[in-house]
């Protein structure tokens, strides 16, 4: 993890170096590293190497002078990567002037605050004066503020970050409570109206089953009626046959008896 990434030309290697030692402070009692491209290992891809501690940094400290502003791979390479961060990400991007040079010229370079006053290069001092030494000094104490306000924003945005899935698990869990509670509505719903429909299906049972009881006794009550019908016309249909019986006895008597007294009513009338 890079925290502090350092460019500069290989010509301004005396500041960059200068600059590390106080640096290093920071590196060793704050726990912040520091990065600059003589740290990559024998054998290791070197652009690639930049590329990822660019994409990781907090600050990038830029060592301003003539020979830096003319690199090729830093104007090309290194800039456009610490500008793109700076927009995006919040990058602090720290320009030191250690060379007098026309950094006023250099439009992106034109519009940032600088670690020294007014942007004036740290080659006004003489080398390894006091002077110098106290401004590297504040230099460092300043990108360690910088590293802290990157460090409690990083925690910040952590906090942020675990509230944010805190709400958003308690919202599922929440979601998964009234999901469970409507389904179990729904069971209980579902329950009811088969419950509802076993109850209309008894009792259609039950009322079928009457009816096919009373429809039995109707026809019960239908044949002991057609029965005693049939039983009177027999009985009427015998007495009617007594009758003509009777009649016709009667008249066989009667035609009898007037064949019998016929010859003395013939007599009586002769006479």
Same mark, same amino acid.
């Given at each position: 993890?890079?925290?502090?990434?350092?460019?500069?030309?290989?010509?301004?290697e005396? @500041?960059?170096?200068?600059?590390?030692?106080?640096?290093?402070?920071?590196?060793?009692?704050a726990?912040f #590293?520091?990065?600059?491209?003589?740290?990559?290992?024998?054998g290791?891809?070197w652009?690639?190497e930049?590329?990822?501690?660019i994409?990781?940094?907090?600050?990038?400290?830029?060592?301003?002078?003539?020979?830096?502003?003319i690199?090729?791979?830093?104007?090309?390479?290194?800039?456009?990567?610490?500008?793109?961060?700076?927009?995006?990400?919040? /990058?602090?991007?720290?320009? =030191?002037?250690?060379?007098?040079?026309?950094?006023?010229?250099?439009? @992106?370079?034109?519009?940032?605050?600088?670690?020294?006053?007014?942007?004036?290069?740290?080659?006004?001092?003489?080398?390894?004066?006091?002077?110098?030494k106290?401004? /590297?000094?504040?230099?460092?104490?300043?990108? $360690?503020?910088q590293?802290?306000?990157?460090?409690?924003? !990083?925690?910040?945005?952590l906090e942020?970050?675990?509230?944010? /899935?805190?709400?958003?698990?308690?919202?599922?869990?929440?979601?998964?409570?009234?999901?469970?509670?409507?389904?179990?509505?729904?069971?209980?719903?579902?329950?009811?109206?088969?419950?509802?429909? !076993?109850?209309?299906?008894?009792?259609?049972?039950?009322?079928?089953?009457?009816?096919?009881?009373?429809?039995?006794e109707?026809?019960?009550?239908?044949?002991?009626?057609?029965?005693?019908?049939?039983?009177?016309?027999?009985?009427?249909?015998?007495?009617? #046959?007594?009758?003509?019986?009777?009649?016709?006895?009667? =008249?066989?008597?009667?035609?009898?008896v007037?064949?019998?007294?016929?010859?003395?009513?013939?007599?009586? $009338?002769?006479?």
């Amino acid at each position: 993890m890079t925290d502090i990434f350092i460019s500069y030309s290989h010509k301004d290697e005396k @500041w960059k170096d200068a600059l590390q030692r106080q640096l290093q402070v920071l590196q060793l009692h704050a726990d912040f #590293k520091v990065w600059d491209d003589r740290q990559i290992e024998m054998g290791d891809g070197w652009l690639k190497e930049i590329e990822s501690a660019i994409a990781v940094a907090k600050v990038a400290i830029l060592l301003v002078s003539p020979d830096f502003l003319i690199s090729e791979f830093v104007c090309r390479q290194e800039i456009p990567k610490f500008l793109a961060r700076r927009s995006e990400d919040g /990058l602090r991007v720290i320009p =030191l002037v250690v060379e007098p040079c026309p950094w006023r010229a250099v439009g @992106w370079l034109a519009s940032m605050q600088g670690a020294t006053k007014d942007n004036e290069p740290l080659a006004r001092h003489r080398w390894d004066s006091y002077e110098l030494k106290s401004e /590297l000094s504040d230099v460092a104490l300043k990108v $360690f503020d910088q590293l802290k306000s990157a460090r409690e924003e !990083e925690v910040q945005s952590l906090e942020a970050e675990k509230q944010a /899935l805190a709400v958003g698990q308690q919202r599922l869990v929440d979601v998964k409570a009234q999901q469970q509670l409507r389904q179990q509505k729904e069971q209980v719903e579902r329950e009811r109206l088969q419950q509802e429909k !076993e109850v209309a299906r008894r009792k259609q049972e039950e009322q079928d089953h009457l009816s096919a009881q009373q429809h039995l006794e109707d026809e019960r009550e239908g044949s002991a009626e057609t029965a005693e019908n049939w039983r009177r016309c027999e009985s009427a249909d015998l007495q009617r #046959k007594k009758r003509l019986v009777g009649a016709y006895v009667l =008249l066989v008597l009667f035609v009898g008896v007037v064949a019998w007294l016929s010859p003395y009513l013939i007599g009586l $009338f002769v006479r």
